[in-house]
């Protein structure tokens, strides 16, 4: 391969999901480049949870708009699943419940259903084994999607779609002159012609490709475990996120139990900590003691792409008309996947994102000291 329209460097949810809208919209030569396998970075060590109940503007909008994509794209891609059992966020203390009934207020105002629930109503919900859960948010919109499935099934649409997928694939760099990209260095020294745009969805490591042109984006790399058990009976419909402790359980439709925890490790280490295990377990177990009945099947690490307001970064990078950057989702990179995947197609296309929220995702907040603001963030 000489010459491509479109270059996608990383075969992530943000990456496939560009391409996908890009394809749809009748784009051609869309070429996605990975350094190792789809899946391999963030995306397909994620807990699969998709939910519109945050606290900004920006991720209210912009995820109440992914859903409606989770939802299309689970008619339009077969494989692909996306279950809405929604979110339940059990609180535990007065200032919690007090917190959330105006979060679900302000949510409700952006036109998200998410409802405050009693301590009987969570008990009809979920087989709760401890009682001091005061109240808990529902997120009835929420729901879950099998990262696993999401990358299979995208691999086959995104091939009949005719868009070039090229795996073990590493972009060493992106050669630019007269403020426009124009290569890729791929592999060892092959060059690579870009004639329309390249997109960096490259996660955590975004930072060096953009770093190469100039340009420093605030990331910063968080490791964060995450278990999963082998198959267990169904009792748990819905995520549940304790947020006293940031910790959080799912159980996929296979029967697996996943759960995560806030541990924080120094930037970089993935070393597995026992003491992740610790604490995730004895923890959820306490409402729901079927994990520890569960066998526990792997651990591992994965980083979440932090910027310092946990918004992410949807821009044209600074100086390089044709070049965009997706990034920084904090932790919730794969939820916002179709919502940032289509704006990137009309952001390439159309010269803008559909949705005024888009907007404030420009990279340059950070150097004017304009930075959003999040706190419903767990795990
Ligand atoms: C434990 C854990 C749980 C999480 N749970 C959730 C959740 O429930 N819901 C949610 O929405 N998000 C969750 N996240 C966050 C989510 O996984 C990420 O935000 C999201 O997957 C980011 O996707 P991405 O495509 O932008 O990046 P990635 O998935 O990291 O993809 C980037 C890809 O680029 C490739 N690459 C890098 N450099 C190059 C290069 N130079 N050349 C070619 N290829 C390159 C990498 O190999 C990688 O595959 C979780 C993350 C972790 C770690």
Redesign the pocket.
Known sequence: MEQVNVAI?????????AAYYLAKEGVRGIHV???????????????????SSFASNVHVTLMRESIRNWLRLKEEVEGLEFIQDGYLWLLTTEELVELHRRLAAYQNSLGVPTRMLSAEEVGELVPLARSDVLAALYDPTAG?AS?IKFVWAMRKKLMELGVNIHEY?????IRASGGKARSLV?DESNEVRVDDHVLI??????K??SRDLGVEIPIKK?????LVTDKYSPFLRP?VIHKESGS?V?QHETGSI?V?AEFPVPEDDTSLRYGYLRKAVTIMSRYFPQILSAELLRV??????VTPDHH?IVDVLPGYENVLI??G?????????PI?GEEITSMMLDGRPKLAETNELRLERFDEGKLLKESAIF?
């Open positions: 460097v990383g075969g992530g949810s943000t990456g496939l999901m480049f990975e350094s190792k396998y789809l899946g391999f970075g963030s995306t397909g060590r994620c807990a699969g949870g998709v939910r879950k990262p694939t590493f972009v060493r760099g791929v969805a490259a996660g955590v490591w975004s060096e490709l968080d490791p964060h475990h995450l995520l959080y799912v996943l995560g591992w690490v994965g980083y979440y792409e992410p997706a990034t989702f904090s932790g919730h990179g794969y939820m916002m996947a940032v795990g």
